[in-house]
Structures are given as structure tokens and as C-alpha cells.
């Protein structure tokens, strides 16, 4: 069955610093990737999703993440975080059938101190 | 914003009652996905419906119920509530399948307390 592995529960970093979360995946066939953002009683936003080609994604809000597949990872990152980047973050896997829906970690929250 | 509508945003019910939450989805989308997010846990898949037959369920009981109608807005019932399904529930809205052919609108979600 298919899985989503977020090891990080909660990461705090400080603005301007670096960021990577991690997510890990366990799926049968090539996987569609996904993150997404939710802020405190928000739906989710996408970030960022990885189909095919090239395995290095760049996302809105200056996030990217890279595909290894020989890792089974999609690792997230931002160069320099900014403070309203305070949020929950989740990883989401889902197959190219078009009707399997999305499986979700269960999200790494960010918080964000000067 | 992603054009997703849910309504209402919060409510309260006790055990045994009934609730419908409503969506309505992004314009040209002809599939609705409802998932179910605990608090502290991620999204987990309830139910889809593409062109108003439901095409995918996951681990929900008889209970948890649904329709699309003909403009592709849906609904959510859930009959007999337990305290445990007090939770954010969100609707997705895609064209085609969804994680398959593309991504996934959310709406920000109903927020349901069952005391």
C-alpha cells in the first residue's frame, strides 16, 4: 500500500536560514508528488508537484524540491525563509491512473523565529 | 484562492446527529474528492465523485455519504456522529482523477465539532 513518511514533526529555523523537510514515499508504480502549505484554520495551497522529466521542481514562493527515485524521497527546500513561511507542510503521493486519490503525510509544522 | 467553496466554515453537532457540508467546485472541474483532516494529522481520502457516481472510497464507514450533482457541486453527509469525527473536512476539486491527471483545489474546509 502506498505511504507517506514526513520524519520531522516540527522544525523550527531562523528567518533568512535554510530549509529542507523531508518526505519519503512507499508506492507500487511511478508516483506523482506533491507538496502542499496549510496556515492555521486554512484549506491547503500546492506548492509545488512533480510529474516527470526534470527531477529538480521549482514551486511558488520560492520553494523547489528534487525527485530520487532511488531514495524514494521529495525532499522540500527554500534557500532563505521568511517569516510568514510559518505553516504546516505536507507531502502527498498519488498514481498516473487519474482516479487513485492523493495519500498525505501527516505534515511537519514550520515555525519561524527572528 | 482556488475558487472552491465549502460552506458552512465551522459548525457543532452532538453524538448522533446528522451533518451536511457543502461544496462547490472550481468552474470547468468535473470531479470532487472529500477528505477528512484530524487535528495534528494530515488529509486522509473519504470519497470521490466524478460526473455524479462515486469512484473511490477509502476506509469510511456506511455512514459517511455523498452526492454530485449535475453542476458538479457535491455534498458530504455523515449520520450518527461520533466524537470522533470532529475534524477539518475538505474538498478538492480536479479535472479528470485528480493526483493521476492533475492537481488538487482544496477549499478551506468545514470545521466540525461533535460534543
Known amino acids: 500500500a502506498q505511504s507517506v513518511t514526513q520524519p520531522d514533526i516540527h522544525i523550527t529555523v531562523s528567518e533568512g536560514a535554510s530549509l529542507e523537510l523531508r518526505c519519503n514515499y512507499s508506492y507500487g508504480a511511478t508516483p506523482y508528488l506533491f507538496w502542499y502549505v496549510q496556515s492555521p484554520g486554512q484549506g491547503l495551497q500546492l506548492l509545488l508537484k512533480y510529474f516527470s522529466g526534470d527531477t529538480l521542481v521549482q514551486g511558488i514562493k520560492g520553494f523547489e524540491a528534487e525527485f530520487k527515485r532511488s531514495q524514494s524521497s521529495f525532499n522540500l527546500r527554500k534557500p532563505s525563509v521568511h517569516w510568514s513561511d510559518a505553516a504546516e507542510y505536507f507531502c502527498?503521493?498519488?498514481?498516473?491512473?487519474?482516479?487513485?486519490?492523493?495519500?498525505f503525510g501527516k505534515g511537519t509544522r514550520l515555525s519561524v523565529i527572528a | 484562492e482556488t475558487g472552491v467553496t465549502q460552506s458552512p466554515t465551522h459548525l457543532i453537532k452532538t453524538r448522533g446527529q446528522q451533518v451536511t457540508l457543502r461544496c462547490s467546485s472550481q468552474s470547468g472541474h468535473n470531479t470532487v474528492s472529500w477528505y477528512q483532516q484530524a487535528l495534528g494529522q494530515g488529509p486522509q481520502f473519504i470519497f470521490q465523485y466524478y460526473r455524479e457516481e462515486e469512484n473511490g472510497r477509502g476506509n469510511f464507514p456506511p455512514r459517511f455519504s455523498g452526492l454530485q450533482f449535475p453542476n458538479y457541486s457535491s455534498e458530504l453527509n455523515v449520520n450518527a456522529l461520533e466524537l470522533d469525527d470532529s475534524a477539518l473536512y475538505l474538498c478538492?476539486?480536479?479535472?479528470?482523477?485528480?493526483?493521476?491527471?492533475?492537481?488538487?483545489?482544496f477549499g478551506e474546509g468545514s470545521r466540525l465539532t461533535v460534543l
Open positions: 478538492a476539486s480536479s479535472l479528470a482523477g485528480g493526483g493521476g491527471t492533475g492537481e488538487l483545489f
Open positions: 502527498a503521493v498519488g498514481a498516473h491512473s487519474g482516479n487513485t486519490p492523493l495519500v
